[in-house]
Structures are given as C-alpha cells and as structure tokens.
C-alpha cells in the first residue's frame, strides 16, 4: 500500500508539472526560434542602421553628420539590433554548445560583453546625448570636434577596451565555428573576416563604410538565426 501511494503521489506531481499553467516555461523548441528570430532580425537592423549611419566629411559623429539624414533613424535601428543581438546570445550559445567547446564560450561570452560595453554604452550616448545636443543651437558646441561625440578620455578608454573585447571574442568564436563545422564553413568565416573588417583602415564614406564594418557579421548572426528557427 505503501508504495503503491507513493508511486500515485509521483504521477500526481508529474501531472502538475506538466500540466499548462501561468508560470509554465516555454519548450526549448519555443526558445529555440525565438532565439533564432531575434538573431536574424537583429542582425539586420545592424546591417540597415549600419548602412544609413549619415557621414559627412568622413566623421559620423560630427554635429553635421548627427544632423544628418538617416539620423536618428540609423542610430535606432543599430540600437534596435544590438538589443536583439544580445536578447538572442544565450539561446545561440545553448543550441551550439555541445559543438563550439571551451574556446567557443569564450569568445562568445567576450563577444556579448564587448557588445555591451561598447555598442550599447556608445548608442546611449549617441541618440539620448549627442543626437539631441547637436539639433540645440546652444548645446551643438558641446559634441567633441574629434568625432568621439563627447571628447573625454574616459569615454574613448570605454569605446576602445570595449570593441577589442568585442573584436577578440567575434575572432575566437568565429575560430570555433570553423575548427568544430558546428554550422556551415562560410558562417564561421564571415564571423572571423567581420573581426578583421574593423581594424581595416577604410575612409568612412556613407553606405559603405558602415555596410562594410556591420554586413559580414549581421549576415553571420542572422544566417545562424535562421538555422536555429530551421532545425
């Protein structure tokens, strides 16, 4: 009797977890795509802000260039996608985990903190400071002349350490894609030469310079998106 009310108490509580309810968490599968549409549509609003990103004069942190068309338009969709981008990292990193070993968790954790860091530290500033200084008449002479919008050192060191970090794990990971075919060869290539894109000295031009630095990368991230969603 014993046990055959405690093998009853066991599919009693068996049945409640698996019955629907409020607090019931999403499938893996349902994760797994949503995942896979953030990265994919995160990594082409990085591709089209990217592109839009107004240049003048070869700066695109000028009063000028924030003046610009495609401001704020361009800066609010990179910001839309890095958000994107990094809602859809950990679900990236457990669909690929059994596939991309230590050095793959590495250079993706470094990747998402560069991200972090940089990109999302630098479009705060960029849209909620420096977009609306330079349309102030009285406030346009406080964006740096240097192109680094606010001119300080601290936020240059931030911007800097920042995108090495990012730079580095997009190597790393991109190297691990490669080495463990955990997807196909030319996802894990153009994650690596997306790494290298950036340390080009390429003349900032408008919609070519910024598609050149966001396109290998927003391709990479999206075609991963769209395998998770796939498979």
Do not use: K
Request: proline fraction near 6%; hydrophobic fraction near 50%.
């Amino acid at each position: 009797m014993t046990i055959t009310a405690h093998t009853q108490d066991q599919n009693n509580n068996a049945a409640d977890v698996d019955a629907p309810g409020p607090f019931r968490s999403p499938s893996w599968h349902v994760l797994r795509r949503l995942s896979g549409s953030a990265l994919t549509l995160g990594g082409l609003a990085c591709i089209a802000g990217g592109t839009l990103h107004p240049i003048v004069d070869g700066e695109a942190h000028s009063v000028e260039a924030l003046q610009g068309a495609g401001a704020p338009w361009a800066q609010i969709l990179l910001a839309i996608g890095t958000t994107l981008l990094l809602l859809g990292l950990p679900g990236m990193y457990a669909w690929l985990a059994p596939r991309i070993g230590i050095a793959g968790l590495i250079g993706l954790v470094a990747y998402a903190i560069g991200n972090l860091v940089t990109a999302t530290g630098h479009l705060t500033v960029e849209l909620f400071v420096a977009y609306p200084f330079a349309h102030d008449p009285e406030r346009a002479a406080l964006i740096a002349t240097d192109d680094s919008m606010l001119g300080t050192p601290a936020f240059e060191l931030l911007n800097t350490v920042g995108g090495l970090v990012m730079l580095a794990g997009m190597g790393i990971f991109g190297a691990s894609l490669i080495r463990n075919r955990a997807v196909p060869l030319w996802i894990g290539v153009l994650t690596v030469v997306g790494m290298v894109g950036f340390m080009l000295p390429i003349p900032a031009v408008a919609g070519i310079s910024g598609f050149i630095y966001e396109a290998p990368r927003g391709i990479a991230i999206a075609a991963i998106g769209i395998l998770m969603i796939r498979r």
